[in-house]
C-alpha cells in the first residue's frame, strides 16, 4: 500500500528564514501531488499542486519541488513569517491506480519564532 | 471565494444513535468526498462521490455508513448506529475534476458518548 512519510513531526525556524518541508513515499508513483495547510480545528487548505511532469511550482513565497526519481517533494517558505505556523500536510493522489482518494501524510507542525 | 461549508460544526451523540452531516460542496464541482481525522492522526479517506453515485470507498467506510446527494447543492453522510471510535472530525471536500485540487470544508467534530 501507498506510504507517505513527512521527515519532521514539528519544525521551527526563526523569521525571515526558508522552511523546508520534505515528503516521501514508496510504492506508487502518483501523477500529482498536493500540499496543504492545515489550522488546528480547521479543515485542510489547499496551497499548490506539482503533476508528474513538472519539476517545480512557485507561488507567492511558496515553492514546491517533486523528484520522481528520488520519490520526494520538497516545499519551501520564503521569507516565513509567524502567520505561517500552521500544520502542512502532503497528500498524492492514486489517480493512477484509477482511484479517486488523496492518501495523506501525518503533516509537519511548523512553528516561526518572531 | 466559494467555498466548502459543513454544518453542524460540533455534533455531539449518544452510541448506537444515528447521525447525519451535512456538506454543501462548491457550485461547479463534480466529485465530492468525506474524509475523516481522529484527534492526532492523519486525515483519512472515507468515500468518492460522482453522477449520483459511489466511485470508491475506504475500508472504514462499513455498511453503518451511508452517503447521498438529496438535491443540487447538499451531500451527506449517515452513520446508522455510531460507536465509540466513530468520534472524529469528518471533513467534506469537493473538486471540480478528478485530477484538480479537493477543496476542504472545515468539519464535523462527531463526538459520541
Known amino acids: 500500500s501507498q506510504k507517505i512519510e513527512q521527515n519532521s513531526e514539528a519544525l521551527n525556524i526563526q523569521e525571515g528564514k526558508t522552511a523546508t518541508l520534505t515528503c516521501n513515499y514508496t510504492?506508487?508513483?502518483?501523477?500529482?501531488l498536493q500540499w496543504y495547510r492545515q489550522d488546528p480545528g480547521r479543515g485542510p487548505v489547499f496551497l499548490l499542486l506539482i503533476r508528474e511532469n513538472e519539476k517545480e511550482k512557485r507561488k507567492e513565497r511558496l515553492k514546491v519541488t517533486f523528484d520522481t526519481t528520488l520519490k520526494q517533494s520538497l516545499f519551501h517558505i520564503t521569507a516565513s513569517q509567524p502567520a505561517d505556523s500552521a500544520t502542512y500536510l502532503c497528500a498524492l493522489d492514486m489517480y493512477g491506480a484509477g482511484s479517486y482518494q488523496l492518501t495523506f501524510g501525518k503533516g509537519t507542525k511548523l512553528s516561526v519564532i518572531p | 471565494e466559494p467555498e466548502v461549508t459543513q454544518t453542524p460544526s460540533h455534533q455531539v451523540t449518544q452510541m448506537g444513535q444515528e447521525v447525519i452531516l451535512r456538506c454543501v460542496p462548491i457550485?461547479?464541482?463534480?466529485?465530492f468526498y468525506w474524509y475523516r481525522q481522529i484527534l492526532g492522526q492523519k486525515v483519512e479517506f472515507l468515500v468518492s462521490f460522482y453522477n449520483n453515485e459511489i466511485s470508491e470507498k475506504s475500508e472504514i467506510f462499513d455498511d453503518q455508513f451511508s452517503v447521498e446527494r438529496p438535491d443540487g447543492s447538499n451531500f451527506t453522510l449517515k452513520i446508522r448506529s455510531t460507536k465509540l471510535e466513530d468520534s472524529a472530525m469528518y471533513f467534506c471536500a469537493s473538486s471540480r475534476q478528478l485530477n484538480q485540487p479537493q477543496h476542504f470544508g472545515d468539519g464535523t467534530r462527531l463526538s459520541i458518548l
Open positions: 510504492n506508487y508513483s502518483p501523477a500529482y
Open positions: 457550485s461547479n464541482h463534480l466529485y
